[in-house]
């Protein structure tokens, strides 16, 4: 059983526009969701993480979204540059975030000039 | 802070062969995870230390996976009898644990049993 589904599987976007990662949850119990960015060959980086007492987070082009009564959360990454191009993770843990993490199957960005 | 390392990063080892990979977390570092991703997959979790204490074991580490942390510095994973599922990248993550939750990752050790 899957516990974090993340979709698209795959998005190309355009220089400059909005790039809209999303991901749903079940277990209630997660209350850490943070999001990494993955380029072919490294390991995951940390992007940005929100907890469920706020609903919006932004760092910089990157906003977390969070909806606790839907159970779903997204990430916008604002002005699409083609360094933005990776893999990105959502993940989702408990305690605070001191527990393993559980990951969504990932989303395959293109941003292209 | 010269962030998680991984080694060896490549090894190619033929079915039936033992390996053991190595982590050394950041500094002060006192939770270490180990996690494992295939080919368009997300990470998975594997096992994760508190110190040197191991506190949890996913159903996916069979009987055939070992790690430890002795001293609670680095840590090994090692996977005997390999087998040709066992082809991934092994990732190790490493958190403060007091307070700093984020987990940071190494660059992975990727494995290919032939």
């Known amino acids: 059983q899957q516990q974090v589904k993340q979709s698209p599987q795959s998005l190309i976007v355009q220089k400059g526009g909005i790039s809209i990662i999303n991901c749903a949850y079940e277990n209630t119990a997660f209350d850490y969701f943070p999001w990494y960015q993955q380029f072919p060959g490294k390991g995951p980086a940390l992007l940005i993480a929100?907890?469920?007492?706020?609903s919006e987070k932004k760092e910089g082009r990157f906003t977390i979204s969070f909806n606790k009564s839907a159970k779903q959360f997204s990430l916008h990454i604002m002005d699409s540059q083609p360094g933005d191009s990776a893999t990105y993770f959502c993940a989702a843990s408990t305690n605070s975030g001191n527990t393993p993490l559980v990951f969504g199957k990932g989303t395959r960005l293109s941003v292209i000039a | 802070d010269t962030g998680v390392s991984q080694n060896p990063r490549h090894k190619i080892t033929k079915r039936g062969q033992n390996v053991t990979f190595r982590c050394d977390p950041i500094s002060e570092h006192n939770r270490l995870y180990w996690y494992r991703q295939t080919l368009g997959q997300g990470p998975e979790f594997l096992t994760y230390?508190?110190?040197?204490?191991?506190?949890?074991k996913s159903r996916l580490l069979s009987d055939r996976f070992s790690a430890e942390r002795p001293k609670g510095s680095f840590s090994t994973l090692e996977i005997q009898r390999t087998e040709q599922g066992d082809s991934a990248m092994y990732l190790c993550?490493?958190?403060?644990?007091?307070?700093?939750?984020?987990?940071?990752f190494g660059p992975g050790t990727r494995l290919t049993v032939t």
């Open positions: 230390f508190q110190n040197e204490a191991q506190l949890e």
């Open positions: 993550a490493s958190s403060s644990g007091w307070g700093g939750f984020e987990q940071y």
């Open positions: 929100i907890r469920p007492d706020v």
